[in-house]
């Protein structure tokens, strides 16, 4: 009789016949293989002290032009204040699927939401971008049909838009470039606000007024100081990477709006740090591999070394390399394990939380055509998945303490959301270490989880609009 041995339990037999011990040595090759993913508070002070520059340099306004941090003004500076009433529209695109919401706000706090999800297709997403729009609007009609609203008179909608956005205003926005694998033609440098109205009008089945455009690094910190009114920073490290804070209305020279209210959120756009070269002393092969091969090579650097979008890929890579080494799997790699964008972050995450014994390190192995490795094997792929995750956590840190500091409150909320947050294991742990060690000693913070920020705070943003036009009712960021 034929005897078939799981994998995982040959494994995890090697752990007690001590069959895994004569590799021990590899594991010291790993780790040195490692070191550049590893970012010492020194190399993190000198990106702080850039970073802080490029944020000064795009909130002027003679330098803003050659600035890599461009800090567009969101023209956002109310926060909801609990005197808002109705039903309201949110839109959410960001990523391959966007979201449709309906949020009706009343007396006592009363909340209700409903939301669903539409995809957007591979191939709009790299077409035509009248297509993009047109599908928006059609999944738009749709919703409303479906939740049988009024549409008498039109619909105030708010509208995230997470990607880079030149704002002239709170319902006019212009498109910087494209990110997250979208690139669909004749929208850059167009009003992304005037294209969706275009496509609502030309469907002439649904009102829809667009009361707001925001990204949602605005809309999660609506949402978060919709309960925490000292919310004072909004971060996203999901598909890709971006933070925005409340910033002083004469410190944001392009501002052109009501000054008579004494803030304004910035929306930094971060992610594109590093792109004339300041990252490059900590930039891996690794990094510059991720960056030749993506749709925008030179742009978007730093949210490159941070954001699931390709923190899976980066942990490929080095797998991949060590093994062409003979230093994992002893040299055998799977076709799966050759592939681009095979290794999903979320592995990483499975990876990381794996409580003993590696066995979701090896279930995730088995999935991507790795079978029997060693248990050598998987506390090096583990050990490359914690260098990738902590380094992605600790420059996100960095530019957090640089906003802290700039912004000089003794106590503030940061707002946080997106996927590597909410589902890696250690990721809020490993950001609160390290935004405490390199934060002015005298500032306080905690860091709050949004609550479907780029949805409900994009209806934020449209009920505070629509509450704004009485003027009795509005109110600005508290000074302190």
Known sequence: MCIVIHPILRALCGLFTGTTSSSSAVRVTIKEDCKPLLLSNEQLTTLMN????????GLAKDTNPSSIVKCYVTYVQDLPNGTERGKFLALDLGG?????????????????????????????????????FDHIAK???????????????ALPLGFTFSFPLRQVGLTKGYLNSWTKGFNCSGVVDEDVVRLLKE?????????????????????????????????????????????????K?????????????????????????????KLDAVRTKYDRQIDEDSLNPGQQRFEKMISGMYMGEIVRLAIVDLANQNKLFEGRLSEQMKTK???????????????????????????????????????NVRYICECVSRRSAHLVSAGLAVLLNK??????TIGVDGSVYRFHPYFHKLMVEKTKQLTKS????????????????AALVAAVAVRDELPSMTNGFSAK
Not at 50 to 57: C, T
Not at 97 to 117: A, C, P, Q, T, W
Not at 214 to 243: F, H, R, Y
């Open 96 to 132: 391959t699927n966007f979201r449709v919401l309906l949020i009706e706000l009343g007396e006592n706090n009363y909340f209700h939401m409903d939301s669903e999800i539409f995809k957007v297709p591979a191939h709009i997403q790299t077409g035509k971008g009248t297509e993009l």
């Open 341 to 379: 964008g095979a290794f999903g972050t979320s592995y990483v995450s499975d990876i990381e939380g794996d409580k003993a014994n590696y066995k979701e390190t090896l279930k995730v192995l088995n999935e991507m055509g790795i079978n029997d490795p060693s248990l050598v094997d998987c506390a």
């Open 442 to 457: 005298d500032i306080k913070f905690d860091m709050m989880l949004s609550e479907d920020g780029s949805g409900r705070g």
């Open 249 to 277: 209305v004469e410190n944001a020279e392009l501002f052109d709006g009501d000054k008579t209210k004494p803030y304004v959120i910035v929306n930094t756009e971060w992610g594109a740090f590093g792109d004339d070269g």
């Open 50 to 57: 850039d970073m802080d520059a490029a944020i000064r340099n």
């Open 139 to 153: 999944c738009l009609a749709e919703f409303v049909k479906k939740h049988n609203l009024d549409n008498k008179k």
């Open 199 to 247: 496509a609502i009008k030309r469907r002439k089945d649904v009102e829809i007024d667009v009361c707001g455009i925001l990204n949602d690094t605005t809309g999660t910190l609506m949402s978060c100081a919709w309960k925490n009114p000292n919310t004072k920073i909004g971060v996203i490290v999901g598909t890709g990477c971006n933070a925005c804070y409340v910033e």
């Open 407 to 412: 912004m000089d409150e003794k106590s503030v």
